[in-house]
């Protein structure tokens, strides 16, 4: 570690992206009371299928901590959160989907969203997640209509008319004949990454799985949704 380094170390002391306390040296990006109390996703329970995508897998439960820490990651430019994010998920992928896929891709904000925001943090999650996994994520999906966010539209009926049709794949060489990993940070219905699987396997896919970093405990919509109105 450079010398540099050091001293921003000192100023500004790296913090656990969870609990958001100073690390320990050798503690990286999340600390080891975090390791062990985060709400993680038992493997037996791990699997989700959808519609469309064939399983979808996530490391850790939308629930107090976690929840916390990615609303910061999603609405507070805490992007550095996006490593530690990578690692758990690539975890996560290689002990359950390890040898299954081909691609890895990510659900793409809207251009109106994205000079928003300023960063697309699927896309950030999907590249350090490829990173940890020693591959690369590719964009293959473009949203191209600006919609109401999906967590204040309403239940899964409601998600799946709202982003109908709002996706497209513009390279379809890209995709044809491939099994895609598609990455996002939060599974709550399904709805999105179903008519993202569906514009994939339109273009050519031979499946689609997907990874997020959580996904809502049974019964937790309110809860999302009381604290994500008008987000994304």
């Known amino acids: ?19 958001r306390c100073v690390l320990n040296t050798g503690e990286r990006g ?4 975090c390791e062990l109390s985060v709400a993680r996703v038992e493997d037996a329970f791990a699997y989700g299928r959808g519609e469309v995508f064939s399983c979808c897998v996530s490391p ?4 107090d901590t ?16 996006a490593k530690i994010y990578g690692r758990i998920v690539a975890e996560c992928v290689r002990q359950n989907l390890r040898g299954r896929y081909d691609l890895i891709t990510w659900v793409p904000l809207s251009k109106a969203r994205l000079k928003s925001r300023g960063y697309d943090q699927a896309m950030l999650l999907a590249m350090s997640t490829a990173l940890a996994l020693d591959n690369v ?18 239940d899964a009926k409601k998600r799946r008319a709202n982003i109908s049709g709002v996706y497209r794949v513009p390279d379809q060489e890209l995709v044809d004949g491939k099994r895609v990993l598609l990455i996002d940070d939060i599974l709550t219905t399904g709805s999105t990454l179903d008519e993202c699987a569906r514009m994939l ?24 949704n009381q604290h994500e109105n008008n987000r994304d």
């Open 201 to 224: 396997l339109d273009a050519g896919a031979r499946e689609v799985l997907c990874a997020t970093l959580a996904r809502t405990l049974d019964g937790a919509e309110l809860t999302v």
């Open 60 to 63: 850790l439960y939308y629930t």
């Open 1 to 19: 570690m450079s010398f540099f380094s050091n001293i921003l170390d000192l100023l500004f002391p790296p913090r656990c992206a969870f609990c």
């Open 66 to 81: 976690v929840r916390d820490s990615v609303l910061r990651f999603k609405f507070k430019e805490r992007t550095g959160y």
């Open 30 to 33: 999340m600390c080891a009371d």
């Open 137 to 154: 994520a590719v964009e293959t999906l473009q949203k191209h209509t600006d919609v109401p966010a999906q967590s204040g539209v309403g």
